[in-house]
């Protein structure tokens, strides 16, 4: 394949590549390895086998990333404490386009972690990309009647686990400012204002940085943990508004330093799940906006 050809086809694909890997690993380290190695067999194959471009990177990017992601899931039963999807500073775009922002949500992310590898690259194309089951079956090494079982069971799995967006973009912001208030002046009563009586926090550390081991559960207890555990000792606290996986985020400073980011998910305008990020081998993508796309 012509060089230049090559190499305009993949960056024209590129924000929808990445976010087929991202999607099916949770890294965006890893996301971004999975795509040296598609571009690499892309530059080799011949123009004359590629009768659809985008498909035949789709199906490149997926089989790289399942390779990979049966590695991680072995690397991952060894992390140290609870583990979350590594977290992408996005574009005010990616929010505004619900379809996008709920297949890269945190949440969804987590839910994500249930399923096998197979399961979750074909619950991944299937459903955020629309990809048909013999593509799909192309690209996971099995049959299309196979996939379309797989896809059931796995579409079953996630429907009845998967966090549901009830509030608009707009009201989602409100609530997270209502709650940056509350935290940057370390106010318990306002967090208790915020939070649904079971909201569900994970924090994530890595071994690194101080983090629960386990959910933690209930509005009170939580409220305690945030204000009582995670700035404790801290003699400035700084925290600005941000969105990440197209959702509202905000960006905790202490004492100066980047300490982590808490993402969040809302319904009915309170706060029913926290996933704060503090492992910082994980905020190297907090600096610029990743480009992420569905088509």
Known sequence: ??????????VGHRSLLFTVAYEMLGSAADADDVLQETWLRWVDVEAA???????????????????????????RESYVGAWLPEPLLTAPDVAADVELADSVSIGLMLVLETLTPVERAVFVLREAFGVGYDEIAASVGKTPSAVHQIAHRARKHVEARRPRRTVTPRQASAVAEAFRRALETRDLQGLLDVLAPDVVAISDGGGIKQASSRPILGAGKVARFIVGGLTKNVITLAVEATTVNGSPALALYLDSELDGVIAMHVEDTRI????????????AYLGSET?????
């Not at 394949?1 to 993949?10: G, I, L, Q, R, V």
């Not at 480009?291 to 088509?295: E, I, N, T």
């Open 272 to 283: 029913t799940g926290l996933y704060y990020v503090r492992n910082p081998r994980k905020l």
């Open 291 to 295: 480009p992420l796309s569905l088509r």
């Open 1 to 10: 394949m012509d060089a230049a050809e090559a190499t305009e086809t993949f």
């Open 49 to 75: 086998h590629v009768n659809d471009p985008r498909a035949y990177l789709v199906r490149i990017t997926t089989r790289q990333a399942l390779n990979r992601l049966r590695t991680v899931k072995r690397r």
